[in-house]
């Protein structure tokens, strides 16, 4: 049997392996850690002593998380948020050994005892979710750190303003219970001011009241569009939340991701050809289509068919055909190509927006969809 490795979810012939690493033709997602860190800095600048803590679920929305964490490690960023445990251990397992990775959904069962174990702090948003954790806490002697989690007008997860203030005190009571912040979510910030002042009013009364009783280590409110747009209005607040801007795909930022994938065939055609499944592209007389590896399994979306705009060797050319699970078809007819040349459907100029705009997506969408087969590299 031959011996194999994994990269990026895929077997690879070791021996192939040994003669050169760029011998397997891959989509590439390039991340630049100079646009990384201009974004970081800017954050700082905006946010004062504040500190952040930065979103790197969903893989760092497809990013990366990995890389993206241990950059961002080494421009002083000490917290994390992720989805859930399985993504805080993977970041443990990376070498995120001393930073706070805070667990934003609620978690169950083995979820509980796993972060209790590698130290990851979990959300809690009501009564029986505490008593839970508290329990599995006793139960394996070892402290557990919780953020309350407060609804102060996203309506999706949190204890609302009453119950939070009625139940705090009994909350202090539960044993082997760490209360390490609290903190809630802006739902619009980037298209309502005032219902945003008044998510921001109602998180500061709630905070005020309980901060009579307990200091909280972590309190956090401000998404990526709230740190741009109100860090001057709120007091009482030592962290902010960052994900979407400090990935570039926001106002003031540089974007930090380029996507090259590689063309696999090049064919001539002299008739008039139907191209792809269903035919839904004829090509002209001499036309030159060139076939790049990239597909919709790997996060670009069918949507795009005869619509996406790539660039090969500085030329811009048309998808044409329906995009398939694994490749597509690119018009290349006025293009001086080779096969594995690079073929870049977005760079780090802020086209990706227009690509999501094409789709009828938002770019967080466009940019957490990517595969797993394609390769994250920084440079």
Not at 278 to 305: E, M, Q, W
């Amino acid at each position: 049997m031959q011996n194999l490795y994994i990269k990026n979810g895929l077997y690879i012939n070791v021996s192939m392996r040994e003669k050169s690493e760029d011998f397997y033709m891959n989509a590439k997602l390039y991340i630049s850690k100079n646009n990384l860190k201009y974004n970081i800095e800017y954050i700082k600048d905006k946010i004062g002593n504040r500190n952040i803590i930065a979103m790197v679920k969903a893989n760092a929305y497809g990013l990366g998380d990995k890389l993206i964490s241990k950059e961002l490690e080494k421009l002083g960023v000490n917290a994390f948020g992720v989805a859930n445990v399985y993504e805080g251990i993977h970041l443990r397992e990376s070498g995120i050994n001393n930073a706070m990775i805070l667990v934003t959904c609620v978690s169950a069962g083995d979820e509980i005892e796993y972060a209790i174990e590698n130290n990851i702090s979990l959300s809690i948003s009501d009564i029986d979710n505490i008593k839970e954790i508290s329990s599995i806490a006793i139960r394996k002697n070892k402290i557990a750190k919780v953020h309350i989690k407060l609804d102060t007008g996203m309506t999706r997860l949190g204890f609302n303003k009453d119950n939070i203030i009625i139940n705090f005190t009994n909350i202090l009571k539960y044993q082997n219970i760490y209360v390490e912040g609290i903190y809630t979510h802006l739902s619009c910030a980037d298209t309502d001011i005032e219902y945003t002042k008044e998510q921001i009013n109602e998180f500061e009364d709630i905070v005020t009241e309980l901060s009579k009783v307990y200091g909280f280590e972590y309190i956090h409110i401000l998404n990526s569009d709230g740190t741009e747009d109100y860090n001057s209005v709120t007091t009482l607040d030592t962290h902010v939340r960052v994900g979407i801007s400090m990935y570039g795909y926001s106002k003031n930022m540089k974007p930090v991701s380029k996507l090259t994938a590689p063309v696999i065939h090049i064919s001539n055609i002299d008739k008039y050809a139907k191209v792809g499944y269903g035919g839904t592209y004829i090509a002209k007389p001499n036309t030159k289509i060139a076939v790049i590896k990239i597909g919709y399994a790997d996060g670009i979306s069918r949507s795009l068919s005869n619509k996406l705009k790539v660039n090969i060797n500085n030329v811009e050319c048309n998808q044409v055909g329906n995009i398939c699970m694994d490749m597509m078809m690119v018009d290349v007819t006025n293009v001086d190509l080779k096969i594995n040349d690079e073929v870049t459907l977005w760079d780090y100029n802020n086209n990706l927006k227009e690509i999501a705009d094409c789709s009828n997506k938002i770019v967080y969408e466009v940019i957490s969809n990517l595969g797993n087969r394609i390769e994250r590299i920084i440079e």
